[in-house]
């Protein structure tokens, strides 16, 4: 699967942003879907990842409440809904994905954990 990341862009503080991540090839609907991020001079670390029917999510301390990963598998889309944004959400952020059986819901936090990545977007927040 080829993924295809968009949406990052540069805002203010408390404003929203909305990624998307599209996948090509078959099959959308058998991958676990997640999604990291980079902040400059740091190590790429987890944000969110959610289950192939959509029914299992988890997020990472510093986004809970805020943020919001959801997926569309007729579009092959994965979605991550960002609000009140902060500086320290600066960063390039990248989809992910891993095939897995449908009963397996695991939350995966560990980047060697998925198989395919996009190329990342870019979200700047500034104060």
């Known amino acids: 699967v080829q993924l295809q990341a968009s949406g990052g862009g540069s805002v203010q503080a408390g404003d929203s942003l909305r990624l998307s991540c599209a996948a090509s090839?078959?099959?959308?609907?058998?991958?676990?879907m997640g999604w990291f991020r980079q902040a400059p001079g740091k190590e790429r670390e987890f944000v969110t990842s959610?289950?192939?029917?959509?029914?299992?999510?988890s997020y990472a301390d510093s986004v809970k409440g805020r943020f919001t990963i959801s997926r569309d598998n007729a579009k092959k889309t994965v979605y991550l809904q960002m609000n009140g944004l902060k500086p320290e959400d600066t960063a390039v952020y990248y989809c992910a994905a891993k095939n897995v059986i449908l009963s397996d819901t695991r939350v995966r936090v560990e980047i060697d954990e998925y198989d395919y990545w996009g190329q990342g977007t870019l979200v700047t927040v500034s104060s």
């Open positions: 090839g078959p099959s959308f609907s058998r991958y676990h």
């Open positions: 959610i289950s192939r029917s959509g029914g299992v999510t």
